[in-house]
C-alpha cells in the first residue's frame, strides 16, 4: 500500500541554524500538508499546498517557514533561522483530492533544537 | 471557529473488555469527516477509522466503532476486546476545510 515518507526521522540542530525537513507524498495525490506537534501537545496545522503553492497557512508559519515542491515527488519544509521552541514533531500528510478526503500521514521528523 | 474538544486526557482499560473514548466538535458546516487517529509511542499518526457527516450509519473497523451523534455534535470512539497493542494516544480529528485535531486522550491497556 502506498504511505508517505519523511526524511530524516530525527534531526538535532543549532539554535539559528537552517533546517530542511523532506517529505515524499503518495504518488497520486495533489494537496499536501505540514503540521506539528510539540511534545505532549495537539497536533497543530502549519501550511497546506496544492499546484505548487500555499492554499492555507497558520499564524505559526511566519517568514522563517517556507514549503518548496522542487521536484515532481519531494515536499520540502524549511526553517531558516531555528528557535529552541521549533523543537517538535513535524508531520508531512497528502491527500488526492481536495474535499472530504482522509488524510495520510508520513511518520514525522523529530526535531531538536539546542 | 471550528474546535475539537476531547475532554478525557487519560483512560485505562482492562484487556479484552471495552472502552468508549469521548469527542465533542463546533461547527457550523453540513459536510464534514470525522477521524479517528491513533498516535503509539513510535509517534506515527496512524488513521482508525473515520465517518462521513451526511451517513447516519456508525462506522465500523473491526474491534473498532463509532457513536455519531450529529445534532449533539459527538464522535465517541469504543475499542472493544482490548489488546495491549491499543495503547497509545487517540487524536479526534475534523476535516471540514481544514484538518482540527482534538488535544488526544492517553489509553492504557493493562494485562
Known amino acids: 500500500e502506498p504511505e508517505v515518507t519523511q526524511t530524516p526521522s530525527h534531526q538535532v540542530t543549532q539554535m539559528g541554524q537552517e533546517v530542511i525537513l523532506r517529505c515524499v507524498p503518495i504518488s497520486n495525490h495533489l494537496y499536501f500538508y505540514w503540521y506539528r506537534q510539540i511534545l505532549g501537545q495537539k497536533v497543530e496545522f502549519l501550511v497546506s499546498?496544492?499546484?505548487?503553492?500555499?492554499?492555507?497557512k497558520s499564524e505559526i508559519f511566519d517568514d522563517q517557514f517556507s514549503v518548496e515542491r522542487p521536484d515532481g515527488s519531494n515536499f520540502t519544509l524549511k526553517i531558516r533561522s531555528t528557535k529552541l521552541e521549533d523543537s517538535a514533531m513535524y508531520f508531512c500528510?497528502?491527500?488526492?483530492?481536495?474535499?472530504?478526503?482522509?488524510?495520510?500521514f508520513g511518520p514525522g521528523t523529530r526535531l531538536l533544537v539546542l | 471557529a471550528q474546535t475539537v474538544t476531547q475532554s478525557q486526557p487519560e483512560m485505562s482499560v482492562q484487556e479484552a473488555e471495552t472502552v468508549t473514548l469521548s469527542c465533542t466538535y463546533d461547527t457550523s458546516e453540513s459536510d464534514y469527516y470525522l477521524f479517528w487517529y491513533k498516535q503509539p509511542p513510535s509517534r506515527q499518526m496512524i488513521l482508525v477509522i473515520r465517518q462521513e457527516a451526511y451517513k447516519q450509519q456508525n462506522a465500523t473497523e473491526n474491534r473498532f466503532s463509532v457513536n455519531f451523534q450529529k445534532a449533539a455534535k459527538s464522535f465517541s470512539l469504543k475499542i472493544s476486546d482490548s489488546q495491549l497493542g491499543d495503547a497509545a494516544m487517540y487524536f479526534c480529528?475534523?476535516?471540514?476545510?481544514?484538518?482540527?485535531f482534538g488535544t488526544g486522550t492517553s489509553l492504557t491497556v493493562i494485562p
Open positions: 500528510a497528502s491527500i488526492r483530492g481536495l474535499g472530504l478526503e482522509t488524510q495520510y
Open positions: 480529528a475534523y476535516n471540514g476545510n481544514q484538518f482540527y
Open positions: 499546498f496544492y499546484n505548487n503553492e500555499i492554499s492555507e
